[in-house]
């Protein structure tokens, strides 16, 4: 199991074809784990040991503990 070294994040489609791109940490940032929403749908991401960074592409809500924000 993975330990989280950081908080939650939710990700909320507003529009078809959002997509969701984990990145990785190191030396060579890398694309590791890609997703695909469809209007409406919901994702809870999490920063792991793993994941330094999530890419947002499209319409999308995106809920944290910093704050709301929504992505064009």
């Given at each position: 199991?993975?330990?989280?070294?950081?908080?939650?994040?939710?990700?909320?489609?507003?529009?078809?074809?959002?997509?969701?791109?984990?990145?990785?940490?190191?030396?060579?940032?890398?694309?590791h784990?890609t997703?695909?929403?469809?209007?409406?749908?919901?994702m809870?991401?999490?920063?792991?040991?793993?994941?330094?960074?999530?890419?947002?592409?499209?319409?999308?809500?995106?809920?944290?503990?910093?704050?709301?924000?929504?992505?064009?």
């Amino acid at each position: 199991m993975t330990a989280a070294v950081s908080d939650y994040i939710t990700v909320k489609a507003l529009e078809d074809g959002v997509t969701i791109i984990g990145l990785t940490r190191g030396e060579k940032t890398r694309f590791h784990h890609t997703e695909k929403l469809d209007q409406g749908e919901v994702m809870i991401a999490q920063f792991t040991k793993h994941t330094s960074a999530i890419k947002i592409r499209g319409k999308a809500e995106i809920i944290t503990e910093h704050g709301n924000l929504k992505s064009e």
